[in-house]
Protein backbone atom coordinates (compact mmCIF):
# COMPACT_ATOMS: atom_id res chain seq x y z
CA UNK A 1 0.00 0.00 0.00
CA UNK A 2 1.42 3.21 -1.51
CA UNK A 3 1.23 6.01 1.38
CA UNK A 4 1.80 9.72 0.80
CA UNK A 5 4.47 11.49 2.47
CA UNK A 6 7.30 14.40 2.23
CA UNK A 7 10.82 13.77 1.04
CA UNK A 8 12.00 14.41 4.27
CA UNK A 9 10.22 11.28 5.79
CA UNK A 10 10.37 9.37 2.70
CA UNK A 11 14.25 9.48 2.79
CA UNK A 12 13.81 9.03 6.85
CA UNK A 13 11.66 5.89 6.26
CA UNK A 14 14.48 4.73 3.65
CA UNK A 15 17.48 5.13 6.24
CA UNK A 16 15.11 3.33 8.74
CA UNK A 17 15.29 0.41 6.47
CA UNK A 18 18.38 0.05 5.53
CA UNK A 19 19.16 0.32 9.06
CA UNK A 20 17.25 -2.27 10.16
CA UNK A 21 18.08 -4.74 7.14
CA UNK A 22 21.48 -4.56 7.33
CA UNK A 23 24.08 -4.47 10.59
CA UNK A 24 26.49 -2.82 8.62
CA UNK A 25 24.88 0.51 7.52
CA UNK A 26 25.41 3.15 9.71
CA UNK A 27 24.37 7.24 9.31
CA UNK A 28 26.85 9.72 11.00
CA UNK A 29 27.15 13.74 10.49
CA UNK A 30 26.70 17.24 12.06
CA UNK A 31 23.58 17.06 14.68
CA UNK A 32 21.96 13.67 12.73
CA UNK A 33 21.66 11.63 16.18
CA UNK A 34 20.02 13.47 19.01
CA UNK A 35 18.49 16.38 17.13
CA UNK A 36 17.66 14.67 14.17
CA UNK A 37 19.12 16.84 11.87
CA UNK A 38 18.63 20.42 10.83
CA UNK A 39 15.79 19.46 8.49
CA UNK A 40 14.99 16.31 11.11
CA UNK A 41 15.66 13.88 8.16
CA UNK A 42 17.32 11.94 10.43
CA UNK A 43 14.82 12.43 13.45
CA UNK A 44 14.64 9.08 15.87
CA UNK A 45 16.75 7.09 14.21
CA UNK A 46 19.31 7.50 17.14
CA UNK A 47 16.70 6.92 19.58
CA UNK A 48 16.42 3.69 17.73
CA UNK A 49 19.38 2.70 16.66
CA UNK A 50 21.42 3.73 19.05
CA UNK A 51 24.62 5.97 19.06
CA UNK A 52 27.04 3.17 17.63
CA UNK A 53 25.12 3.55 14.64
CA UNK A 54 23.62 6.82 14.21
CA UNK A 55 26.62 9.30 15.20
CA UNK A 56 26.94 12.70 16.25
CA UNK A 57 30.02 13.63 14.94
CA UNK A 58 32.57 16.68 15.23
CA UNK A 59 31.98 19.85 13.04
CA UNK A 60 34.74 18.68 10.30
CA UNK A 61 33.78 17.65 7.01
CA UNK A 62 37.03 16.05 5.95
CA UNK A 63 37.44 13.74 9.37
CA UNK A 64 33.67 12.50 8.47
CA UNK A 65 34.10 11.49 5.39
CA UNK A 66 37.73 10.27 5.98
CA UNK A 67 36.41 8.23 8.75
CA UNK A 68 33.81 7.11 6.62
CA UNK A 69 36.49 5.54 4.02
CA UNK A 70 37.91 3.83 6.81
CA UNK A 71 34.77 2.14 7.85
CA UNK A 72 34.36 1.18 3.97
CA UNK A 73 37.36 -0.75 3.60
CA UNK A 74 36.39 -2.86 6.79
CA UNK A 75 33.22 -3.15 5.37
CA UNK A 76 30.65 -0.89 6.74
CA UNK A 77 28.29 1.25 4.48
CA UNK A 78 28.33 4.47 6.02
CA UNK A 79 26.05 7.09 5.07
CA UNK A 80 26.85 10.74 5.20
CA UNK A 81 25.59 13.98 5.77
CA UNK A 82 27.08 16.94 4.89
CA UNK A 83 24.41 19.63 6.63
CA UNK A 84 24.62 21.95 3.67
CA UNK A 85 26.34 21.93 0.32
CA UNK A 86 28.37 24.71 0.91
CA UNK A 87 29.95 22.78 3.90
CA UNK A 88 30.60 19.98 1.52
CA UNK A 89 34.45 21.92 0.56
CA UNK A 90 36.81 20.91 3.57
CA UNK A 91 35.68 17.37 2.45
CA UNK A 92 36.16 17.73 -1.47
CA UNK A 93 40.00 16.61 -0.64
CA UNK A 94 39.02 13.22 0.61
CA UNK A 95 36.16 12.60 -1.75
CA UNK A 96 38.01 13.12 -5.13
CA UNK A 97 41.48 12.08 -4.28
CA UNK A 98 40.69 8.72 -2.22
CA UNK A 99 36.99 8.19 -2.17
CA UNK A 100 36.53 8.72 -5.86
CA UNK A 101 40.13 6.73 -6.09
CA UNK A 102 40.23 3.75 -4.31
CA UNK A 103 38.64 1.29 -6.63
CA UNK A 104 40.89 2.02 -9.40
CA UNK A 105 44.06 2.31 -7.18
CA UNK A 106 43.37 -1.09 -6.16
CA UNK A 107 42.72 -2.41 -9.17
CA UNK A 108 38.82 -3.37 -8.50
CA UNK A 109 39.67 -5.32 -5.31
CA UNK A 110 38.53 -2.30 -3.04
CA UNK A 111 34.74 -1.52 -2.81
CA UNK A 112 33.84 1.76 -1.59
CA UNK A 113 30.01 1.79 -0.55
CA UNK A 114 30.27 5.37 1.08
CA UNK A 115 26.61 7.54 0.63
CA UNK A 116 26.98 11.27 1.01
CA UNK A 117 24.19 12.81 1.64
CA UNK A 118 23.59 16.52 0.75
CA UNK A 119 20.99 18.80 1.03
CA UNK A 120 21.25 21.42 -1.70
CA UNK A 121 20.15 24.38 -4.01
CA UNK A 122 18.19 27.20 -2.82
CA UNK A 123 14.29 28.12 -2.67
CA UNK A 124 14.67 28.52 1.31
CA UNK A 125 15.66 32.16 2.31
CA UNK A 126 19.09 30.95 3.76
CA UNK A 127 22.10 33.02 4.43
CA UNK A 128 25.75 32.75 2.68
CA UNK A 129 26.83 28.78 1.83
CA UNK A 130 23.53 26.90 2.64
CA UNK A 131 21.87 27.34 -0.92
CA UNK A 132 24.57 26.67 -3.80
CA UNK A 133 24.24 23.63 -6.33
CA UNK A 134 28.03 22.05 -6.46
CA UNK A 135 26.97 18.70 -8.57
CA UNK A 136 28.91 19.56 -11.69
CA UNK A 137 32.03 19.86 -9.23
CA UNK A 138 31.56 16.08 -8.40
CA UNK A 139 30.06 14.88 -11.88
CA UNK A 140 33.39 16.09 -13.37
CA UNK A 141 35.37 13.17 -11.17
CA UNK A 142 35.41 9.78 -12.18
CA UNK A 143 34.64 7.37 -9.52
CA UNK A 144 31.22 9.00 -8.37
CA UNK A 145 27.80 8.54 -9.00
CA UNK A 146 25.37 11.70 -8.30
CA UNK A 147 22.02 11.52 -8.21
CA UNK A 148 19.18 13.90 -7.10
CA UNK A 149 15.74 12.90 -6.36
CA UNK A 150 12.40 14.90 -7.42
CA UNK A 151 9.73 13.66 -5.08
CA UNK A 152 9.10 11.51 -2.17
CA UNK A 153 8.59 7.85 -4.09
CA UNK A 154 12.25 8.18 -5.96
CA UNK A 155 14.18 9.86 -2.37
CA UNK A 156 12.90 6.83 -0.56
CA UNK A 157 14.02 4.07 -3.61
CA UNK A 158 17.15 5.96 -5.19
CA UNK A 159 18.38 5.95 -1.10
CA UNK A 160 17.52 2.33 -0.96
CA UNK A 161 19.65 1.70 -4.16
CA UNK A 162 22.51 4.27 -3.21
CA UNK A 163 23.10 2.24 0.23
CA UNK A 164 23.48 -1.06 -1.56
CA UNK A 165 26.08 0.33 -4.18
CA UNK A 166 29.12 -0.95 -4.04
CA UNK A 167 30.24 2.12 -5.31
CA UNK A 168 30.66 5.79 -3.77
CA UNK A 169 27.12 7.60 -4.10
CA UNK A 170 26.59 11.86 -4.04
CA UNK A 171 23.00 11.80 -3.38
CA UNK A 172 22.05 15.48 -3.64
CA UNK A 173 18.50 16.29 -1.49
CA UNK A 174 16.73 19.36 -3.08
CA UNK A 175 15.81 21.44 -0.09
CA UNK A 176 13.00 23.22 -1.22
CA UNK A 177 11.30 19.97 -2.32
CA UNK A 178 11.75 18.34 1.57
CA UNK A 179 8.05 19.36 2.35
CA UNK A 180 6.08 17.91 -0.82
CA UNK A 181 4.14 15.37 -0.37
CA UNK A 182 3.59 12.05 -2.55
CA UNK A 183 2.83 7.81 -2.54
CA UNK A 184 5.61 6.15 -1.75
CA UNK A 185 5.19 2.16 -2.01
CA UNK A 186 8.15 0.68 -0.20
CA UNK A 187 7.06 -2.54 -1.94
CA UNK A 188 6.94 -1.22 -5.69
CA UNK A 189 9.57 -2.18 -8.13
CA UNK A 190 11.91 1.19 -8.12
CA UNK A 191 13.49 2.24 -11.50
CA UNK A 192 17.38 1.78 -12.23
CA UNK A 193 19.17 4.47 -10.40
CA UNK A 194 20.90 6.28 -13.22
CA UNK A 195 17.22 5.91 -15.52
CA UNK A 196 15.87 8.98 -16.65
CA UNK A 197 11.96 9.31 -16.76
CA UNK A 198 9.75 10.46 -18.42
CA UNK A 199 7.20 12.79 -16.18
CA UNK A 200 4.75 14.15 -19.24
CA UNK A 201 4.14 13.14 -22.30
CA UNK A 202 5.01 15.85 -25.21
CA UNK A 203 5.32 16.63 -29.12
CA UNK A 204 6.60 19.72 -29.63
CA UNK A 205 9.66 20.45 -27.38
CA UNK A 206 11.75 18.62 -24.51
CA UNK A 207 12.39 20.22 -21.16
CA UNK A 208 15.43 18.25 -18.91
CA UNK A 209 15.79 18.35 -15.31
CA UNK A 210 16.68 17.12 -12.06
CA UNK A 211 16.07 17.76 -8.28
CA UNK A 212 14.46 20.92 -7.39
CA UNK A 213 13.49 21.65 -11.37
CA UNK A 214 11.94 18.65 -12.30
CA UNK A 215 8.64 20.64 -10.45
CA UNK A 216 8.82 23.81 -12.11
CA UNK A 217 9.24 22.06 -15.86
CA UNK A 218 5.91 20.74 -15.23
CA UNK A 219 3.99 23.80 -14.09
CA UNK A 220 6.10 25.13 -16.94
CA UNK A 221 4.33 22.42 -19.20
CA UNK A 222 0.46 23.14 -17.56
CA UNK A 223 1.20 27.06 -18.65
CA UNK A 224 2.41 26.08 -22.16
CA UNK A 225 -0.54 23.79 -22.65
CA UNK A 226 -2.35 27.06 -22.05
CA UNK A 227 -0.40 28.39 -25.22
CA UNK A 228 -1.44 25.34 -27.46
CA UNK A 229 2.11 24.14 -26.95
CA UNK A 230 2.94 20.32 -25.94
CA UNK A 231 6.19 20.36 -23.94
CA UNK A 232 7.56 16.91 -22.92
CA UNK A 233 9.18 16.65 -19.11
CA UNK A 234 12.02 14.52 -18.45
CA UNK A 235 13.02 13.48 -14.32
CA UNK A 236 16.94 12.61 -15.16
CA UNK A 237 17.35 11.71 -11.51
CA UNK A 238 21.13 10.84 -12.22
CA UNK A 239 23.60 13.25 -13.35
CA UNK A 240 26.51 11.02 -13.14
CA UNK A 241 25.78 8.48 -15.24
CA UNK A 242 23.53 10.43 -17.21
CA UNK A 243 20.94 8.61 -19.27
CA UNK A 244 21.70 9.98 -22.91
CA UNK A 245 19.71 7.53 -24.47
CA UNK A 246 16.15 8.17 -22.62
CA UNK A 247 17.06 11.80 -23.55
CA UNK A 248 17.74 11.21 -27.31
CA UNK A 249 14.56 9.43 -27.36
CA UNK A 250 12.77 12.25 -26.47
CA UNK A 251 14.80 15.12 -28.48
CA UNK A 252 14.23 12.98 -31.81
CA UNK A 253 10.66 12.78 -31.25
CA UNK A 254 10.06 16.46 -30.08
CA UNK A 255 13.29 17.92 -32.04
CA UNK A 256 14.05 20.71 -29.58
CA UNK A 257 15.31 20.25 -26.00
CA UNK A 258 15.82 23.15 -23.26
CA UNK A 259 17.66 21.92 -20.34
CA UNK A 260 16.87 23.55 -16.42
CA UNK A 261 19.06 23.11 -13.60
CA UNK A 262 19.44 25.78 -10.80
CA UNK A 263 23.54 25.78 -10.94
CA UNK A 264 25.05 28.22 -13.33
CA UNK A 265 24.80 27.21 -16.48
CA UNK A 266 28.53 28.27 -17.25
CA UNK A 267 30.38 24.98 -17.17
CA UNK A 268 27.11 23.39 -15.78
CA UNK A 269 25.89 19.97 -16.42
CA UNK A 270 23.35 21.09 -18.85
CA UNK A 271 26.76 22.17 -21.14
CA UNK A 272 27.23 18.59 -21.12
CA UNK A 273 24.32 17.20 -22.45
CA UNK A 274 23.93 20.31 -24.77
CA UNK A 275 27.19 18.91 -26.50
CA UNK A 276 26.34 15.52 -26.15
CA UNK A 277 22.84 15.50 -27.68
CA UNK A 278 23.89 17.72 -30.38
CA UNK A 279 26.23 15.05 -31.69
CA UNK A 280 23.73 12.62 -31.16
CA UNK A 281 20.77 14.19 -32.44
CA UNK A 282 22.35 16.74 -35.34
CA UNK A 283 19.76 16.03 -38.00
CA UNK A 284 17.06 15.79 -35.42
CA UNK A 285 17.12 19.39 -33.82
CA UNK A 286 15.54 22.25 -35.65
CA UNK A 287 16.68 24.29 -32.71
CA UNK A 288 20.05 24.73 -30.87
CA UNK A 289 19.71 23.03 -27.40
CA UNK A 290 19.27 25.91 -24.86
CA UNK A 291 19.92 25.56 -20.91
CA UNK A 292 18.44 27.71 -17.89
CA UNK A 293 19.92 28.03 -14.74
CA UNK A 294 21.88 30.00 -12.44
CA UNK A 295 24.37 33.04 -12.92
CA UNK A 296 27.73 32.48 -13.20
CA UNK A 297 28.06 34.41 -9.54
CA UNK A 298 28.39 33.76 -5.99
CA UNK A 299 25.01 32.87 -4.84
CA UNK A 300 23.26 36.41 -3.62
CA UNK A 301 22.01 37.17 -0.40
CA UNK A 302 18.10 35.59 0.41
CA UNK A 303 16.87 38.80 -0.58
CA UNK A 304 17.75 38.31 -4.03
CA UNK A 305 17.58 34.92 -4.72
CA UNK A 306 14.58 35.58 -6.44
CA UNK A 307 16.17 36.90 -9.04
CA UNK A 308 19.01 34.19 -9.59
CA UNK A 309 17.02 31.26 -9.60
CA UNK A 310 14.97 29.98 -13.08
CA UNK A 311 11.49 30.19 -12.84
CA UNK A 312 8.64 30.25 -14.55
CA UNK A 313 9.11 32.98 -17.14
CA UNK A 314 12.85 32.45 -17.96
CA UNK A 315 12.20 28.90 -18.91
CA UNK A 316 9.02 29.76 -20.67
CA UNK A 317 11.32 32.49 -22.34
CA UNK A 318 14.15 29.62 -23.23
CA UNK A 319 11.07 27.40 -24.82
CA UNK A 320 9.72 30.69 -27.03
CA UNK A 321 13.46 30.99 -28.39
CA UNK A 322 13.91 27.30 -28.98
CA UNK A 323 10.10 27.22 -31.08
CA UNK A 324 10.58 30.66 -33.24
CA UNK A 325 13.88 28.84 -34.93
Known amino acids: MAEKMAMAKAIN ?15 MGEDVGKLGGVFRVTDGLQKDFGESRVIDTPLA ?5 GAAIGLALRGYRPVVEIQFDGFVFPAYDQIVTQLAKMHARSLGKVKMPVVIRIPYGG ?22 KIVSPSNASDAYWM ?21 DKADVDAEAIPAPLH ?11 TLAAYGPM ?14 GKSLEVLDLRSVSPL ?24 FGSGAEIAARITERCFYHLEAPV ?36
Open 159 to 179: MQQAIQSDDPVIYFEPKRRYW
Open 61 to 65: ESGIV
Open 214 to 227: VKLCQEVANAAAEE
Open 13 to 27: ESLRRALETDPKVLV
Open 290 to 325: LRVGGYHAPYPPARLEEEYLPDLDRVLDAVDRSLAF
Open 195 to 205: RAQVVREGTDL
Open 123 to 144: GIGAVEHHSESPEALFAHVAGL
Open 243 to 266: DFDTIQASVEKTRRLVVVHEAPVF
